[in-house]
Structure formats: C-alpha cells, structure tokens
C-alpha cells in the first residue's frame, strides 16, 4: 500500500513568492490551489493533508516514482487570455532525491484541449496539442545537440524540440530533499496588438540561485489567441524513477498561524512518497 509522507521542513521565504503584478494570471504559489478539484490524466494523483503544523498542504503527483509514468493536471476551467496584454502564473514544485537517472522533467502549459502527451523524453507534453505551449524543466538529455540536463525551456505546439534553453549546470542536485523550487512565468507583449511576444520562464531556489528562459511566441500563428485555455502542468519519467510534485499550502485558521502569515513568512513543505506494504 502506498502511503505519503511529509518531510518537515520550512522552505522558500516570501520574498521567492512575491505578488504577481500583471492583471492576467493566475499565482498557485500566493493563493491556496486545491488540487483536487483539477483534471487529472495519466499517472497523477493528488493529496490533501492536514498535519497539525498549522497548514493544510494539496499536492499534486504528476509521477510516483514507478518508471514509465506520464501524467497531467489541468485547471478545471478554462481562462481568456489577451495576448496583448501581459500576464503571469506562479508555482511551487519538488523532485525529491533519487539515486536514479534523473528523467525526465515537467512542464508548465497552456493548451487549447488539456490533457496528456507522451511519457519519458516527451516530458508529458509532447504530441498534446498544437494550440498549446509550455514552461519546461527538462532534467534528461540524450547527448549531442540535446541541452545538457538539468535545462529550462520554451515549447510550443505539442512539440519537445525547444525554442530556447537555457542549461543550468545543477546535475542532481535539482533534487532537493528539504526545499522547493519557486517558478514564474511571465509574458510580454509586442506592443505591435499582433498576440505576439515573449514568454520567459523562471525557477528560484533559495540556496540554488535563478535560472531563466524567453522565446518569442506567436499566439495567432498557433491558434490560441481569442480562444479559452486550460492551465496545467504535464510531467513525465521514461526509464527514470523521479517523482515530480506541485504543492500548494494555506494556514489553518487558529491564531498561531494567523500571526504567522501576517508577519510576512511563508511556510511550505517538501514533500515524499515513499512505498509501503
């Protein structure tokens, strides 16, 4: 029977989590996201546990750590963006350690019809849907032209192959035991009222440092601008055993906790699965 734990630890300050200032978007790290009233595809499940600590925690698990998973979940309703506007979406994710290879990696995506692409190098997310694009932390590469692992990415139209990358040079450790990581992505118009401009993602560690990514995306040319879209994340781990965890938290409401969200601190978890009879 499988049963989750909780790794107490406090992770990223708010100072990682900050107020998103464009008027479109969604933050899932500064508002309490409970993960399971999402779509959910593939291979992930969610979780919501209260520990006593203050905090109630909803984690999503897009892998499990079995090998040969891809699984997705998506926002249960979608959202109209104009893409003559800015806008940005925010995150909390987790790859917990691993003495495996490391595979394969998750994306952030926005896409026309949700749901979920092929597992292992396709990081869940490709052939999902040409009306689409994505945030990528790719933790896998194959040699030669591939971007050396661990890499943030832009892609677009259901396909892997990036429009920019940006390595990291972190190797494993990516695969924090106690923090999470901190991402954002953030959009940029043209000014040129074409639905085009550039889309650059983030990720933030507290003891890891900032690592970011842009491309200049076409929303027309992909058939998304004037229509709806769901937000989501897709993620998968071909031959590997990586598990790849979004979380979201919100204080219980005692005094204790009160105080504490009020003095400006932001608690968070890491959290594990680990397996047991």
Known sequence: MKRKSLLMAVLLASSLAPALSAAQG?????????????????????????????????TMYLTSGTGSEAGAGFAPNAIALDYNQAFAFDFHFHIPPSSGLRGDGLTFTLAGTPGVGGGGSDLGYGGLGSDSVAFAIDTFDFGGTDPVSPSVQILQGGSVTPLAYTQTS????????NYQWYAHVDYTPSGNSDNAG????????LNLGNFSVSATVDFDALGMAGNPVYYGFTAGNGMATDEHYISSAAPVPVPAAVWLLGSGLLGLIGVARRKAA
């Open 170 to 177: 972190l190797g494993d450790s990516i695969r924090d035991p």
């Open 198 to 205: 550039t889309l650059t993602g983030t990720i933030e560690h």
């Open 26 to 58: 969604v933050s899932l790290a500064g508002e309490f996201t409970d993960y399971t009233t999402w779509n959910l595809y593939g291979s992930t499940t969610v979780s919501n546990i209260t520990p006593g600590n203050g905090f109630t925690y909803s």
